[in-house]
């Protein structure tokens, strides 16, 4: 069980000084997925940037590149971030040989594939809590443990309005892995946004294009690595915008299907992937999934 082997850590084990000490020629790149989040983004952008010393020539930076993933805003998520100091990639624009795609699985799959670092740090676009010790917690046990494939954030999730966060996380992802996956049953926030791994390793993995990503990727890369090698870091607090229970039930439902995709014995290919609703709407879930990017004709790592 990965309760019992799991490298467990806090975001305060690690400061800015030793983890510079630690980066060598590693390069890091943090990556922001983003659709219609100008409330939120400019603040996380400028924390990074000013922080860990980006785009000031007299300070190493920690952080290599900080690239927003703008999944065809409609407000200005991307004119915010780029005036904070990222660099905004269009999802559009990446892989556009590999096909249309849709979901937030299909715009990290992309963001590895748009940026250059060694390590990719997967920062969620909403947050309200985000502090410059995420990304330190993240990328600790990575440059101080060369055996550490993965590192899940966890975290404290206070309520808004009565309404608490990782409702998905309880009611589905937590039970379906419990049930099918039990050694990853340690995971404390399976369906955490938070999480940073390294390219040789992502580049192994497909990523299931809806909010079944994290999931998949979760199994997969305990799959090929070993649970073992999967580390938690307590990031303190998350903050972020909780949606309506009615909206989670697709979300819900992808995260099934990437568990079953990977379970022994079953055959995704017949299982349903509409949400019918009593009252006669559907919904398509977003099951499909991008190959590993070593598989991809046109990717090139930066």
């Given at each position: 069980?990965?309760?019992?082997?799991?490298?467990?850590?806090?975001?305060?084990?690690?400061?800015?000084?030793?983890?510079?000490?630690?980066?060598?020629?590693?390069?890091?790149?943090?990556?922001?997925?983003?659709?219609?989040?100008?409330?939120?983004?400019?603040?996380?952008?400028?924390?990074i940037v000013t922080h860990f010393?980006?785009?000031?020539?007299?300070?190493?930076?920690?952080?290599?590149?900080?690239?927003?993933?703008?999944?065809?805003?409609?407000?200005?998520?991307?004119?915010?971030?780029?005036?904070?100091?990222?660099?905004?990639?269009?999802?559009?624009?990446?892989?556009?040989?590999?096909?249309?795609?849709?979901?937030?699985g299909n715009v990290l799959w992309?963001s590895v594939a748009a940026s250059?670092?060694?390590?990719?740090?997967?920062?969620?676009?909403?947050?309200?809590?985000?502090?410059?010790?995420?990304?330190?917690?993240?990328?600790?046990?990575?440059?101080?443990?060369?055996?550490?494939?993965?590192?899940?954030?966890?975290?404290?999730?206070?309520?808004?309005?009565?309404?608490?966060?990782?409702?998905?996380?309880?009611?589905?992802?937590?039970?379906?892995?419990?049930?099918?996956?039990?050694?990853?049953?340690?995971?404390?926030?399976?369906?955490?946004?938070?999480?940073?791994?390294?390219?040789?390793?992502?580049?192994?993995?497909?990523?299931?294009?809806?909010?079944?990503?994290?999931?998949?990727?979760?199994?997969?890369?305990?799959?090929?690595?070993?649970?073992?090698?999967?580390?938690?870091?307590?990031?303190?607090?998350?903050?972020?915008?909780?949606?309506?229970?009615?909206?989670?039930?697709?979300?819900?439902?992808?995260?099934?299907?990437?568990?079953?995709?990977?379970?022994?014995?079953?055959?995704?290919?017949?299982?349903?992937?509409?949400?019918?609703?009593?009252?006669?709407?559907?919904?398509?879930?977003?099951?499909?999934?991008?190959?590993?990017?070593?598989?991809?004709?046109?990717?090139?790592?930066?």
């Open positions: 069980m990965v309760a019992e082997k799991a490298r467990v850590y806090s975001a305060s084990n690690f400061s800015l000084a030793d983890l510079l000490a630690q980066k060598g020629e590693t390069t890091v790149s943090v990556c922001v997925p983003a659709r219609d989040e100008a409330t939120t983004i400019g603040p996380i952008i400028d924390s010393g980006l785009h000031n020539e007299h300070r190493s930076p920690l952080v290599d590149e900080v690239i927003v993933m703008d999944d065809d805003s409609t407000d200005a998520t991307a004119s915010i971030a780029c005036a904070a100091g990222a660099e905004v990639v269009c999802v559009a624009d990446v892989l556009p040989d590999a096909g249309p795609g849709h979901g937030k992309k250059s670092g060694d390590i990719v740090v997967w920062i969620d676009a909403d947050l309200r809590s985000f502090t410059p010790s995420y990304i330190l917690g993240l990328l600790g046990p990575l440059l101080t443990d060369p055996d550490v494939a993965l590192v899940k954030g966890f975290y404290e999730r206070p309520e808004h309005a009565g309404t608490g966060g990782g409702r998905t996380t309880e009611l589905m992802a937590r039970p379906v892995l419990a049930t099918l996956f039990p050694d990853l049953s340690g995971i404390h926030q399976p369906l955490g946004g938070e999480y940073a791994s390294r390219r040789v390793i992502l580049e192994q993995v497909p990523f299931a294009q809806g909010y079944g990503v994290e999931t998949g990727l979760l199994i997969d890369i305990a799959r090929l690595a070993g649970a073992d090698r999967i580390a938690q870091v307590d990031l303190g607090t998350r903050s972020h915008r909780h949606r309506p229970l009615r909206s989670l039930t697709v979300q819900a439902m992808e995260v099934l299907h990437a568990a079953l995709r990977r379970a022994e014995g079953v055959d995704s290919t017949v299982l349903s992937t509409v949400l019918a609703r009593p009252e006669g709407t559907t919904i398509d879930a977003q099951v499909t999934e991008r190959p590993p990017l070593r598989d991809t004709a046109d990717y090139r790592p930066r």
